[in-house]
């Protein structure tokens, strides 16, 4: 199957997920809840739900039973798009085609979707209810992955360095690091979650941890290289932005050509650390080679 036929597939089941398993819209108070929604429902590939589910297929696991776990990753991933659209940070009008939340919103409220979120992502994983056939503690586990991705030393510290680093002479190193950790780490946390849930064995685990970090950061130098040569309409945001603010980026520092080769290359090592893996693990190779393809 195709990246995009199984993403497609999953995509409708994450999404009639997100419905069941978020507060409804008109709840009180009613404003929080509708920019929850506004934010969750306004598209998306829902890229990393579905690496939480290809993870767990690829070690025996299956959809349903992680499904809530998945849910909780496109939670948190809108979350941090919220928070990175906001003025104080990268002050970015249009998201997924659409007026980001704190326009519509306002500030302070496009803050508190951002924190309800992430609060109701945690609950969601923490909710053994919810996933009755996945022992407890491989919930925690998958539980304090996610929350290591999103700490101060993973995901919110590559933020940090990222705005730390706008206007400044970045080399290699700092560059890296906040690839990996600004998004590679999320990445990673989602293809590990995948498999905790599911008891995958130390050696796919080992495996799946190695492949999670290639393509993490892969899709964020394509992303970096989009910001660049990509179709506004087709992203559904603004083009240009990373150059206006004169961030780090891939293209900056290496050139749009050696920038698509380390990413094409990464993309290669991420498919080759599934080589003790059976035809289960086939919409993860094909997930990698969508990142490199795609245009949005």
Known sequence: MSADRYLIKNKECIDAAILELLPEARSYPEVIHKAMHYSLMAGGKRLRPSLVIAAAEAVGGDRQSVMPFAVATELIHTYTLIHDDLPALDNDDLRRGKPTNHKVFGEAIAILAGDALLTQAFLLMTHSALMPSIPAECLLMASHEMAVAMGSGGVIGGQVVDLESEGKPVGPETLEYIHIYKTGFLFRACVRSG??????????????????????????????????????????????????????????LYGLGASREKAEDLVEKGIGCLESFDDRADPLREIARFFVQRTH
């Open 195 to 252: 498999a905790l849930l599911s008891q995958a064995s130390k050696s796919h685990l080992a495996a799946l941890t190695q492949f999670g970090a290639h393509i993490g950061l892969a899709f964020q130098i394509i992303d970096d290289i989009l910001d660049i040569v990509g179709d506004e309409k087709v992203l559904g945001k603004d083009i240009g932005s990373d150059l206006s603010k004169d961030k780090a980026t891939y293209p900056g």
